[in-house]
């Protein structure tokens, strides 16, 4: 009887254990993995880029406010006016449980055709380098902190396939340079977004 008893009680004990874990487990919190969207040329409001195997796309801030005091899945910003042309596209991740920012600044954007990247100085608007940069933070685990990476003189491009219509199309690739370590790098080859510049500031981006 005694023998009975004890082998009900480890079974209790071993099933607690067994629904606990699981219980926590479901209840952390994870990040989806996503796919980049096809290159298209039509207004689409998309935009996506692998860094490090992992995929990143818009999302409107829920969670982590990486895109400053109006956040916004993606948007524009620039100015055309005195010494200053510029025009920029700013995609933030901040739905998710860490964030993402992306800075493509693109100077005297005026046709289709390409682009080549400058050295970044990590700003964006008038305090950018007046050049074509881009600059992106993403998080590091192992430091638990967030770590930039800008664009490098001539070793990469913005490629610009449609602008007319309110359309903004394009794509880009290069590498960039550690912000505190420039011997270490990151290679992006797939970077495209594809922006309708009428409707985008309304745009959801989940």
């Given amino acids: 009887m005694k023998l009975k008893t004890f082998f009900l009680l480890l079974f209790s004990i071993f ?4 629904t606990s874990s699981s219980c926590s487990k479901d209840s ?7 796919a980049l969207p096809p290159e298209t040329q039509t207004g689409a409001n998309t935009f996506g880029v692998t860094i490090n195997g992992k995929v990143y796309i818009p999302r409107d801030p829920t969670g982590v406010n990486v895109g400053g005091p109006t956040p916004k899945g993606m ?3 620039g100015l055309h006016s005195g010494s200053f042309n510029y025009t920029e ?3 933030v991740d901040g739905a998710s449980s860490i964030g993402f920012k992306i800075t493509i600044h693109i100077e005297n954007l005026s046709t289709i055709g390409v ?7 990590f700003q964006d608007q008038v305090d950018s380098v007046p050049f074509n940069n881009i ?6 685990y192992k430091l638990s ?9 001539n070793q990469g491009s ?3 396939t449609r602008i007319s219509n309110g359309i903004l199309s394009g794509n880009f690739n290069g590498k960039f340079v550690r912000y505190d370590k420039p011997d270490e790098f990151i290679m992006i080859s797939d970077g495209r977004f594809d922006i309708n510049t009428f409707t985008v500031a309304q745009h959801p981006f989940p």
């Fill in 15 to 18: 099933f607690w254990t067994l």
């Fill in 28 to 34: 952390q919190k994870t990040d989806p993995v996503f």
């Fill in 75 to 77: 948007r524009l910003q």
């Fill in 89 to 91: 596209i700013i995609v």
């Fill in 115 to 121: 682009y080549p990247l400058k050295k970044s100085n």
């Fill in 135 to 140: 600059f992106f933070k993403i998080y590091d």
């Fill in 145 to 153: 902190n967030y770590i930039y990476y800008g664009s490098i003189d």
């Fill in 158 to 160: 913005i490629n610009i």
